[in-house]
């Protein structure tokens, strides 16, 4: 009977793609992966740091696992296992912690997953962070859409974010080792490649490439499939990149494009590389040259020295931008970040207030997008799921969608018209 092992992921689709490649070595190993909450022999915790209860999540974790079984074998690794090694120790029960590199090195690591031998700590330096390790994960049972590591690290400073420390600079592997692996997927049956890293348009910055000529060659491959950024900072999103997806049936119309703040004042104290009039000068530029443009937007709330007139600035800037939707984060306070330091904090009811403003915005700037979508032709991607005669699938402007089920329909690139809106899901139908 074979060895069992458990995942459990936090954070962003980055760690996602990482955890199923190191779930892939178990496998290689003769492990059967279960669900975390089945009884296994070893549980492996890939963690975040991006929120302040991570510490609190991760114990929560270990506790729930060793529930299940006392004797299981637990593993921490992540970016919070890269930070805050010392604290994790005093978990109970955590019998290896392993930084952002060790992570990729399980086996070598550990060579007998026993309760018996003495706990396991190691973490290289962030400042030798300086391996890539490629990594990409399947979002769904089916072979769909799979997130693909071209990027690791950041050599951005932003003033409320810990990922530098976590991951270390910015990094990426060459060209032709990126193209083998994507042609990999692309034999294997995904339809959707989306493109993950800490930084993505950073792709090629330290080995003289960037993300453009990545995805010029990558354009070049002949198959049936379609290529999506997962997100990108609004400096690296060049007229280059905007004009190839505006041409290019195989480039997504889509973007992610984190704000942050919608205040310059803000903007200026995160150290973000932007003020906001470039930012809606960008906006406009992709919603005027990509056709059906979605376009995702990340803010934050409650940043230090953040006063209401800030608030209500940022408010109505997104209000106005023709964006599709918003990721609402509420300001928590991170160990070793400027901004811990920053005076007048922002009252944690007051947070939670204008996040919920924001969240009401975003759920109002959907609804509007996907009624501007009626009666228009997509190009959709069906998942392979059946929930009761209905499938969903994503269009390529990241519009959720529905219709009767179609086994013929499944993990393939159709061409369908949006008839209806229900329950905040377009129905759609084939052409």
């Known amino acids: ?27 290689e190993k003769g492990f059967s992966v279960v669900d975390f909450n089945a009884d296994a022999d070893v549980y492996v915790i890939n963690t975040c740091t991006v929120t302040d209860n991570a510490d609190k999540e991760c114990r929560q974790i270990v506790r729930r696992a060793l529930r299940t079984n006392p004797n299981a074998y637990i593993i921490v690794t992540g970016c919070y296992a890269q930070l805050q090694h010392e604290e994790i120790s005093k978990i109970d029960g955590v019998d290896a912690i392993l930084g952002s590199n060790e992570k990729f090195n399980i ?3 550990i060579p007998e ?26 979002e769904a049972l089916g072979r769909t859409r799979a997130f693909f ?19 270390g600079r910015s990094r990426s592997t060459n060209p032709e080792f990126v193209l083998d692996e994507f042609k990999k997927l692309i034999d294997n049956g995904y339809k959707e490649i989306i493109l993950t890293g800490v930084n993505v348009g950073d792709y090629g910055k330290h080995i003289r490439e960037n993300l453009y000529n990545l995805l010029t060659k990558m354009l070049e491959i002949d198959a049936d499939y379609r290529i999506r950024i997962s997100s990108i900072e609004p400096n690296l999103l060049t007229d280059d990149i905007i004009n190839l997806t505006a041409n290019s049936s195989k480039m997504v119309n889509h973007f992610h494009i984190p704000l942050q703040s919608g205040s310059s004042k803000i903007l200026s104290l995160m150290q973000r590389r932007y003020n906001v009039e470039y ?19 990340d803010v ?9 007139y800030d608030f209500l600035e940022t408010y109505n800037f997104i209000k106005a931008l023709p964006v599709s939707y918003l990721h609402v984060f509420t300001y928590s306070e991170r160990p070793d970040t400027p901004a811990i330091k920053m005076e007048n904090s922002v009252p944690l009811e007051e947070r939670k207030r204008r996040s919920n403003m924001l969240r009401m915005l975003s759920e109002k700037k959907k609804t509007e997008y996907y009624n501007s979508m009626l ?42 018209k949006i008839c209806g809106i229900e329950d905040n899901i377009c129905i759609s139908t084939l052409i």
């Open 279 to 297: 930012y809606k000068n960008l906006i406009h530029k992709v919603k005027e040259k990509v056709e059906n443009v979605g376009i995702g937007v």
């Open 107 to 109: 086996f070598s690591i």
């Open 375 to 416: 009666n228009k032709n997509v190009t959709v991607l069906f998942e392979e799921e059946n929930h009761n005669g209905v499938m969903f699938g994503w269009t390529s402007n990241y519009v959720r969608v529905k219709q009767e089920f179609n086994k013929n329909l499944i993990n393939k690139l159709s061409q369908n």
């Open 113 to 138: 997953f026993s309760k018996d031998t003495p706990s396991c700590i190691q973490v290289t330096p962030t400042e030798k962070l300086e391996k890539f390790n490629f990594a990409y994960s399947s």
């Open 300 to 308: 934050i709330v409650g940043f230090p020295n953040e006063t209401n």
């Open 1 to 27: 009977m074979s060895s069992k092992v458990a995942f459990h992921t936090l954070g962003c689709k980055l760690n996602f793609a990482e955890t199923s490649t190191i779930g892939s070595q178990f496998v």
């Open 149 to 167: 590591k071209i990027q690791d690290g950041c050599d951005y400073k932003c003033t409320f974010c810990t990922i530098p420390k976590a991951r």
